[in-house]
């Protein structure tokens, strides 16, 4: 996978273009909200080989 970043604004939000994958966004946030996620994927996710 590769990517670039697309656009960075003055809160550090980074705006990432993943290609064929489209764009992601990257914010601070609680660290909390990042361990409800990874389990979120855990849960409902389907594994990438």
Known sequence: MTFSVAAAD???NV???MGEQGTA???KC??????NAI????TY?????
């Open 39 to 42: 389990a979120q994927i855990g």
């Open 15 to 17: 705006v990432i273009d």
């Open 25 to 27: 966004v990257l914010a």
């Open 45 to 49: 996710g389907d594994a990438v080989a």
């Open 30 to 35: 609680d660290p909390s909200e990042v361990v």
């Open 10 to 12: 003055e809160d550090g």
